[in-house]
């Protein structure tokens, strides 16, 4: 789950971490308050699951309330990449000196947690990870002990940071870390971290992901939860009881059973297609499940294909087939229809499917199915 760097500066703080306390506004009028509050120069940002807001101009400096309302009024409403701003964080104006990069990520690679720093800290990291790799220094912690102090040096040295500063730093290394496993995250990262003018440590952008599965294990997580920031359709899945998963591909799938949904996204995949999405409409799929899944699957303009794979174990072929015909009957699917059903049943649910009347191309093997929806996507 994503969460706002007001609120994940706000877990940071309860690790330690030097963040830049804020507030937020809503309205010109709220971030103007705020700013009289705050005192002398604020920054104002805008507060949108996205990077990249500094160049998109969702970061701005005021000098006066005033000035906040006036930015404020900028920003407010703003579309940064499909993100529209509901909320600008008001924080003290920081004085940098220089901007650090410092990240913890769940490191499948490594097989561990790994912390990533660089000296080329601020707006331009991404194009210093793709132009400059040595300049991003990785240490992988401990699998046992946790991050040693040492792997935290070492960083801070690789890194370039003098010595006298050294100690403050490891001190922010353990903390993010810390904040990364205390808080079950699979990313939490400080860009920039800076030295101030006055030669301290400052963090003034905090971003956190919180890990879905663990979200159990924090319950007041859950009220970092911004609707407006969930995708539409994986919420719209969520309250019909379906699992879905967007993907990149073209290829919409609807399967029942989550065995097989992974298994039909490999079978694609060998086939040479990308599969759309991953759903799983259950044992079950009742027509009003499939009008559903094909409501979400068809949400997707890169979508060209449709595959049906259904097995009938418990759930029987002909009582599938029928709620596929009524789901056909309810909603317009202008993309081909690839179906394979099997199990108990199967002739039975076949006949209704052909008598259907509906353009079905129909498939009895997985490999078959997989071959047939990938040939739909490019047109044959
Ligand atoms: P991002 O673009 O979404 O990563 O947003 P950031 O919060 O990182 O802000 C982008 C850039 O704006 C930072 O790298 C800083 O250079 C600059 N910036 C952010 N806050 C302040 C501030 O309080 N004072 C000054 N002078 N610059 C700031
Ligand atoms: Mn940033």
Redo the contacts with the bound molecule.
Sequence with gaps: MNIHEYQAAELFAKYGLPVNPGRVAETPEEAAEAARSIGGTV?L?AQVHI?????AG??K?AKSPEEAAEKARQILGLDIKGHIVHKVLV?P??D?AK?YYLGVILDREARGITLMGSAEG??DIEEVAETNPEAIIRVTADRLLGLEDYQARELAFKMGIEPANVNGFVGIVKGLYNAFVGEDASLAEI??LIRTGEGKWAA??SKMVLDDSALYRHPASEALRDPNEENATETAAKAAGLAFVKLEGDIGCMVNGAGLSMATMDAIKFAGGAPANFLDVGGGATAKQVVQGLQLILADPNVKAILFNIFGGIARCDVIAQGIVDGLTQIEVKVPLVVRLLGTNQEEGRRILAESGFDLITAITMSEAAQKVVAATQGK
């Design positions: 920054v940002k990077g990249g807001r500094g160049k969702g970061v400096l924080a104006g920081a940098i901007e601020g707006v860009n920039p003034i952008d």
